[in-house]
Structures are given as C-alpha cells and as structure tokens.
C-alpha cells in the first residue's frame, strides 16, 4: 500500500513539475502574427462580434 503511494505521489509531482513553464507567447508572436490580424479584423467588421470568445484566446491550443 505505501509503495502505491509514492508512485502515485511521483506520478504526480512528475506530472505538475512538467506542466508548469514560462510563457513563451511573446517569442512566437511572428507565427501567430496572422491570425492576430484575422482576429482583430473579425472583431472590428464581424456583425456578431459579441459571439466571439474572449480576447485571452491561446492560439496554441488544438
């Protein structure tokens, strides 16, 4: 039963160190540049703007 319990407790803390990073948004900027552009064109001329999520969207996610 302990020997469950630190893999568990290593799993976890594995899992939490891996997850946490800088944020490297500001480096990849020139990719992204683009659809930057397709947002901010769609917020200004789309007739349903409101229905577009917020502006702290993550272009990195899929």
Do not use: Q
């Amino acid at each position: 039963m302990n020997t469950k319990k630190v893999i568990i407790g290593t799993f976890l803390c594995l899992i939490l160190n891996v997850g946490c990073g800088e944020d490297r948004r500001k480096e990849y900027a020139e990719f992204t540049e683009v659809t930057h552009w397709i947002e901010s064109v769609m917020r200004e001329n789309y007739y349903w703007y409101e229905n577009i999520p917020t502006k702290n969207l993550n272009f990195f996610a899929e």
